[in-house]
């Protein structure tokens, strides 16, 4: 398209005829994007947005001496327990399954039979490292994961995450996370 095709057709839909005789419209307009635009980096770099979620959301745990199923209460911002205080052997965990499966379909006290009757299985359960510096967790490292049958645990993204998630890909590909 050249340039010509471009004054052409916007000659010929009378667009610049409109914009100037709706000058104020358009001003009021293009101070509207200015200010939402401002309004979601000032948002984003005083760390308000998404990030600044807060509130009580149910977490999923599970207890590696009993294996059951916990579901903890949680409070965001804070980091979540792991393993859950007062505990040894209880670790954050993510619940899947091959097929959608609704949210609450999880209980406290729920164990891995009643899981595998429900359709659904422990992919990784996962802690956070202790004695963490900032420069660790900035590159994915202050988490380390694994699966139930594997006792080694993998640290961070790269290695540990990956690791455990193509785990559960060969296990059914396309998996549903479950929430309680």
Known sequence: MSL???????????LRKKLEENQSVVLIAL???IVVSLSMVFCHLVGGGAR????????V??????????????EYPDTPASPLKGTDNVYLASVYSCKECPKGQIKDGMTLDDLKANGMF?????RIEPNITDELALSGQAYAYRTLEDE???????????KVYQKMNRRCEGAWICLP
Do not use: C, M, N, P
């Open 4 to 14: 010509e095709d471009i004054k052409y057709w916007f000659e010929d839909l009378e």
């Open 31 to 33: 101070i509207l994007v």
């Open 52 to 59: 600044s979620y807060s509130g009580t959301v149910d977490l």
């Open 61 to 74: 745990y599970f207890d590696l001496e009993s294996e059951t199923v916990r579901i903890v209460k949680h």
């Open 122 to 126: 422990v992919a990784w359960i996962e």
């Open 152 to 162: 080694t645990w993998y640290a961070g993204i790269e290695q540990g995450y990956d």
